[in-house]
C-alpha cells in the first residue's frame, strides 16, 4: 500500500508563506494525479490544487495567484507553495495520489494563519 505523509504545516502571521509538503512511500504507479484539499473548521473538504502527470495544474479560485502545487517524480513528492496567506486559509492541509484503481491520503497537517 502507498503510505503519504504531510510535513511544513504551522502557525504563520497572515500575509506570510508556507511550503507543504507530501512524500510517498510503497509503490507508486500509473500515477495519474495528485492534489492538495483542505477542510476548516465546521466546513466540508475542498480542493485546493491539482497537478497531472504531465504538470497541468487546477486551482480553486481562492488560492489563485497565491498558491502553487509543484511535483518531484524522483522524490515522489509534490508540494504547495502559499504565499500571502489569510486567515481564512486556516484548515487540515491532506494530500491526494489518485492512481488507475487506488486514491490514497495523508493524515493531514495543520496550517493556522493568525493576523
Known amino acids: 500500500q502507498v503510505q503519504l505523509v504531510e510535513s511544513g504545516g504551522g502557525l504563520v502571521q497572515a500575509g506570510g508563506s508556507l511550503r507543504l509538503s507530501c512524500e510517498a512511500s510503497?509503490?507508486?504507479?500509473?500515477?495519474?494525479?495528485m492534489g492538495w484539499y483542505r477542510q476548516a473548521p465546521g466546513k466540508q473538504r475542498e480542493l485546493v490544487a491539482l497537478i497531472t502527470s504531465g504538470d497541468n495544474t487546477n486551482y480553486a479560485d481562492s488560492v489563485k495567484g497565491r498558491f502553487t502545487i509543484s511535483r518531484d517524480n524522483a522524490k515522489n513528492t509534490v508540494y504547495l507553495q502559499m504565499r500571502s496567506l489569510k486567515p481564512e486559509d486556516t484548515a487540515v492541509y491532506s494530500c491526494n495520489f489518485k492512481l488507475i484503481h487506488n486514491d490514497y491520503w495523508g493524515q493531514g497537517t495543520q496550517v493556522t494563519v493568525s493576523s
Open positions: 510503497g509503490s507508486i504507479f500509473r500515477l495519474i494525479r
